[in-house]
């Protein structure tokens, strides 16, 4: 009797570990410190491409940490006085299978939610002529995620659910811009993806 109690316990805590291990797994972030490549970056006024994947959610008034922008009228008035497709790509290092990609919106006070974009979609590739590319042809991609007339996002993050796909490159295409002050910006505080494992 006592045998096959000991050989219940050991086998419900092996049952523990392994769930417990695939949980730690599933919130693996592995966009945070990854390289970026945007169709055009600020890279000023506290809006650097670099910090989309620094694990800054919050925007902080004693940082000038906000995120990544694209063009604004202050700098690039003759592409963000027009509605444009825009886009930043995340290299992964490797082959991951992928299937949730999370999106925040910037935080910050009265600017929160501002130029989160109304069309869009989130597309993946293995091959590395996407990382050299430099358009936003959709040759070296596949999509899978698309949403349109998005809403305000309120500040909060936007969750991004797909069947999992293997994956090294990750690119959030704009194709619908929201209109501001600023002009027709796509603008993100950071990117994270979500269920991570090895293929």
């Not at 996407?130 to 949403?147: G, I, L, M, N, P």
């Not at 090294?168 to 501001?180: E, F, P």
Request: glycine share 6%; net charge negative; aromatic share 14%.
């Amino acid at each position: 009797m006592k045998k096959a109690i000991w050989t219940l316990t050991a086998f419900l805590m092996f049952l523990l570990l392994i769930f417990s291990t695939a949980g730690a797994q599933e919130k693996v972030n592995l966009a945070k410190g990854a390289p970026v490549k945007p169709s055009i970056s600020v890279e000023a006024f506290g809006w650097f491409a670099e910090y989309v994947t620094d694990g800054m959610r919050e925007f902080d008034e004693g940082t000038p940490i906000r995120g990544w922008s694209s063009a604004i009228r202050y700098f690039y008035p003759e592409i963000a006085r027009e509605n444009s497709t825009q886009w930043i790509k995340i290299d992964l290092g490797k082959v991951y299978t992928l299937a949730q990609f999370d999106l925040y919106p910037r935080p910050d006070g009265s600017n929160a939610e501002n130029y989160f974009p109304i069309d869009y979609v989130i597309q993946v590739s293995t091959d590395d002529k996407a990382r050299e590319q430099e358009d936003a042809s959709d040759e070296f991609w596949t999509t899978v995620c698309t949403v349109t007339d998005a809403p305000h996002p309120d500040a909060q993050v936007q969750v991004h659910a797909f069947e999992p796909v293997a994956a090294r490159y990750v690119r959030i295409k704009a194709t619908n811009l929201r209109d501001g002050g600023d002009g027709y910006v796509f603008q993100l505080a950071e990117i994270e993806d979500r269920w991570i494992t090895d293929p």
